[in-house]
C-alpha cells in the first residue's frame, strides 16, 4: 500500500499536474475580485454620484475590458491566467508532447491563447448579463408590468422556468469534470480548458529561469524608435504594457485585501455586521426637505415628479424617500439606476410599495 501511495505521487509530482485545491483555489481567485471591486465602486459611487456614478453603471464592461488587456498579458507573456500564473501555474498545448512542450515564456500560440481569453473573459461576462436579465424578468413577472395575455410574458415565463434547469446542467457538467479530475480520469478540472485545448501544469524551474531572461534581455534590448510610426507604436504598446503590468501588480499585492473584502460583504456574514455596525437611523439631510419651488417637484404632495399626473401605485424610494407611479419610477430607475430626483444611485429593489388604508 505504502508504496503504491509513493508511486501514485511520483508519478503526479513528475507530471508536473496541479492538485484539485490548487485549481480551485486559482478558480475561485478571480471570482472573488470582481464583486470587492463591484462593492469598492458602489461605495465611491454612492459618495458621489456626479463624478463615479459611471463607473457604477458600466461596471461590467469596464471591469471587462481591464480584465481583457489583464488576461491576454498574462496568456502571451506566461502561458497562463493572471489567478494561475499566481498559484504557479500554467497552461499547456494539449498536441505537445511531454519532450516537446514549450516554454511558459514562450506564450500561448495564437488558437489558444484566444480561445482562452473568450473563455476566461466573454464567457463570465455573458453569465452575469444573462443573471442580470432573469433577475431583471423576475422582477417584473412579479410586479405583473405587462399584460397577462401578452405573448412576451408567455416567452419570458418559460424562459424563467427553464432557467434554473440549464444552469443546474452547466454547474452539474462541471462537477462532474471536477470529480473525474480527481479520480485521475481526466487531464482537465474545467470542460472550458478542455474546450480550450489546453491543460494546466506546473511551472517548472526552466520556465522561472527563462521569464527571468526574458524579462532580463528586454531590459537590454529596449532601442530608440527612429520614425514617427515606430514611436507611436512603441508608446501604443508600451501604454497596453503598462496598464496590463500595473493591475497584475495591484491585483497581486491586495488580492487578500479583496479576498477579505468578498468575505466581509457576504450574505452569509451580513448578520454579523449588521450587529457590529448598527447604528441609529440618522435624520433626512436638509437638501432633501421638500421645496415648494423645486422645478422637479409638482405643488400637489399627491402628483408623481415623473409624469405629472395624480399618483396610481403609489411607491417610494428607500434611497431618496420620495413618491412615484410604480410604472413611472420602475422605467426610469431600470434605464437610470439614479432616483430621478436626487441622482442618488438606486437599483430597482430599491422600490417599495405603498398601500393606503382604504386599500
Known amino acids: 500500500m505504502a508504496e503504491h501511495g509513493a508511486h501514485v505521487t511520483t508519478a503526479s509530482v513528475a507530471d508536473h499536474q496541479p492538485s484539485i485545491f490548487e485549481v480551485v483555489a486559482q478558480d475561485s481567485l478571480m471570482t472573488a475580485v470582481r464583486p470587492a471591486l463591484q462593492h469598492v465602486v458602489k461605495v465611491l459611487a454612492e459618495s458621489n454620484p456626479a463624478h463615479y456614478g459611471f463607473f457604477w453603471r458600466w461596471f461590467d464592461e469596464i471591469f471587462t475590458l481591464l480584465d481583457l488587456l489583464l488576461q491576454q498579458h498574462y496568456l502571451s507573456k506566461t502561458s497562463a491566467s493572471f489567478s494561475e500564473n499566481f498559484y504557479g501555474l500554467k497552461r499547456i498545448v494539449m498536441e505537445d508532447s511531454h519532450k516537446s512542450q514549450r516554454l511558459a515564456s514562450a506564450g500561448l500560440p495564437k488558437k489558444q491563447l484566444w480561445k482562452s481569453v473568450v473563455f476566461l473573459v466573454l464567457l463570465p461576462y455573458l453569465k452575469v448579463?444573462?443573471?442580470?436579465?432573469?433577475?431583471?424578468?423576475?422582477?417584473?413577472?412579479?410586479?405583473?408590468?405587462?399584460?397577462?395575455?401578452?405573448?412576451?410574458?408567455?416567452?419570458?415565463?418559460?424562459?424563467?422556468?427553464?432557467?434554473?434547469?440549464?444552469?443546474?446542467?452547466?454547474?452539474?457538467?462541471?462537477?462532474?469534470?471536477?470529480?473525474?479530475?480527481?479520480?485521475?480520469?481526466?487531464?482537465?478540472?474545467?470542460?472550458?480548458?478542455?474546450?480550450?485545448?489546453?491543460?494546466?501544469?506546473?511551472?517548472?524551474?526552466?520556465?522561472?529561469?527563462?521569464?527571468?531572461?526574458?524579462?532580463?534581455?528586454?531590459?537590454?534590448?529596449?532601442?530608440?524608435?527612429?520614425?514617427?510610426?515606430?514611436?507611436?507604436?512603441?508608446?501604443?504598446?508600451?501604454?497596453?504594457?503598462?496598464?496590463?503590468?500595473?493591475?497584475?501588480?495591484?491585483?497581486?499585492?491586495?488580492?487578500?485585501?479583496?479576498?477579505?473584502?468578498?468575505?466581509?460583504?457576504?450574505?452569509?456574514?451580513?448578520?454579523?455586521?449588521?450587529?457590529?455596525?448598527?447604528?441609529?437611523?440618522?435624520?433626512?439631510?436638509?437638501?432633501?426637505?421638500?421645496?415648494?419651488?423645486?422645478?422637479?417637484?409638482?405643488?400637489?404632495?399627491?402628483?408623481?415628479?415623473?409624469?405629472?399626473?395624480?399618483r396610481v401605485n403609489d411607491t417610494v424610494l428607500a434611497t431618496s424617500g420620495y413618491v412615484f407611479c410604480y410604472r413611472c419610477v420602475f422605467t426610469y430607475v431600470r434605464s437610470h439606476q439614479a432616483c430621478p430626483i436626487t441622482g442618488y444611485p438606486t437599483e430597482v429593489q430599491h422600490l417599495i410599495k405603498l398601500y393606503s388604508p382604504e386599500n
Open 129 to 310: 448579463k444573462l443573471e442580470k436579465l432573469v433577475s431583471s424578468l423576475r422582477e417584473e413577472d412579479e410586479y405583473s408590468i405587462h399584460p397577462p395575455s401578452s405573448h412576451w410574458k408567455r416567452f419570458y415565463r418559460a424562459f424563467l422556468a427553464a432557467y434554473p434547469f440549464v444552469n443546474m446542467a452547466w454547474e452539474g457538467w462541471f462537477l462532474v469534470q471536477q470529480l473525474s479530475y480527481i479520480l485521475g480520469k481526466a487531464q482537465h478540472h474545467s470542460p472550458l480548458l478542455r474546450l480550450a485545448g489546453v491543460r494546466l501544469g506546473r511551472l517548472t524551474v526552466q520556465d522561472i529561469q527563462a521569464m527571468e531572461r526574458r524579462l532580463v534581455e528586454a531590459y537590454m534590448m529596449q532601442q530608440p524608435a527612429k520614425s514617427v510610426r515606430e514611436k507611436i507604436k512603441s508608446a501604443l504598446k508600451k501604454a497596453v504594457g503598462g496598464v496590463a503590468f500595473s493591475l497584475s501588480t495591484g491585483l497581486s499585492v491586495g488580492v487578500f485585501f479583496l479576498q477579505f473584502l468578498d468575505w466581509w460583504y457576504s450574505s452569509e456574514n451580513q448578520e454579523t455586521i449588521k450587529s457590529l455596525t448598527a447604528l441609529p437611523t440618522p435624520p433626512p439631510p436638509v437638501h432633501l426637505d421638500y421645496n415648494s419651488d423645486s422645478p422637479l417637484l409638482p405643488k400637489m404632495k399627491t402628483v408623481c415628479p415623473l409624469c405629472r399626473k395624480t
